[in-house]
């Protein structure tokens, strides 16, 4: 069987359009379906949803203010959620003094006990862990516009949630997470 004719004569066979597809190199003007991938000025942007379209100025402004806000929000539940486990661990602490004997000083090994994980306070926990990742996406999401005003009011929200309620340094002990 003879097989010259097909080697290194592939592209004779594809079709033009193809071709021009797969060069993505000269493919000027080629912005991810008319997301910008750079940082810039804009007024006119979709935030997150096709409903959220930006127009004008006061659009903008009023958008910065929502999105500032969300982040107090998420600033917010990060240090409701650290208040709630201290309020529980002190809690579920007081209620093992009255149990222990005051004389003995000994270490009581830990024993996995089911309420301690299926109990109202973890259920809270974990939906607000949930609502809080749910934001902290959305304002990734939002980052991502590169927008560069959006941008602004993610920082300076974060910023200014963070100086309202982190309280003290030992906050910072009590809540880790990869985004903020």
Known sequence: ?????????HDEAMPMDMEMKMDMKNC???DMGGMSMSFHFGVKEV?????WKINTVW???ISCAIIFLACLLYEALKWFRVKLAIRHRQAMASSAQGSLNPSTT???????RMEDYMNMARFIQTLLYGVQMIIAYLLMLVF??????LCIAVIVGEAVGYFLFSGSPRYEEAVSDCCG
């Open 1 to 9: 069987m003879d097989h010259s004719m097909h080697h290194g004569h």
């Open 28 to 30: 000027s003007g080629c």
């Open 47 to 51: 935030v997150l949803f096709d409903f």
């Open 59 to 61: 659009g903008l402004l």
């Open 106 to 112: 000994e270490l009581i090994p830990y024993r996995f």
């Open 144 to 149: 991502m516009t590169y927008n560069v005003w």
